[in-house]
């Protein structure tokens, strides 16, 4: 199984910070091979940056399990800063829907219409989506299982990845459930 959204560092305020150790056994405990670990390097995400420098440093101390992954805030470096990013980060302060998934589902319509757009099932937005309609929810990872990938968005020592055992209940064929925990992932990363 790979962790395609993981995270480490200290990046919420009060809580310890996640290790490298930390991650690795949380990973032993669930049955992960390997995992991606993502930077916070966006103002809105978190309470502190989690940057390149520290992701291959820590990275480095499991190289065979924790594979570091890029990502850039565009206003950050070169750009000009001219960009609105404003509406984009608006929140709505609603929550999580409660109700049934309209058929088909923003994230499902998004997968069938862009042949290059793939999406992770990390953490608590994808338990709660998939989890307020389980009929819905087997249906888009049978069908786009080939565009999906297992994540945990691990932040805490404590955390525990509730989709994981969601996943595995809903009885997913063994071609989709392949897909999900490992074989895209492998893939996309050219394992």
Request: charged residues 30%; glycine residues 4%; aromatic residues 8%.
């Amino acid at each position: 199984m790979i962790d395609f959204h993981a995270h480490l560092g200290k990046v919420i305020h009060g809580q310890p910070p996640l290790t490298s150790e930390d991650l690795v056994r949380s990973m032993d405990r669930h049955g992960i091979e390997r995992s991606v670990v993502l930077l916070l390097v966006a103002p809105e995400e978190e309470d502190y940056y989690y940057t390149t420098e520290q992701a291959l440093a820590d990275c480095a101390r499991y190289p065979d399990r924790l594979i570091p992954f890029a990502n850039m805030d565009p206003r950050r470096g070169a750009n000009d800063g001219s960009y609105d990013f404003y509406p984009v980060l608006k929140a709505d302060k609603k929550g999580y829907p409660k109700r049934p998934v309209k058929v088909p589902g923003t994230v499902e319509r998004l997968l069938a219409e862009y042949p290059n757009m793939y999406a992770d099932l990390s953490a608590m937005s994808a338990y709660n989506a998939l989890s307020r309609d389980l009929a819905a929810a087997k249906r888009l990872l049978e069908t786009h299982h080939r565009k999906l990938l297992f994540g945990t968005d691990w932040f805490v020592r404590q955390q525990e990845p509730r989709v994981l055992d969601l996943v595995r209940k809903l009885g997913l064929s063994a071609a989709a459930e392949e897909a999900i925990f490992a074989s895209n992932a492998k893939r996309l990363l050219r394992l």
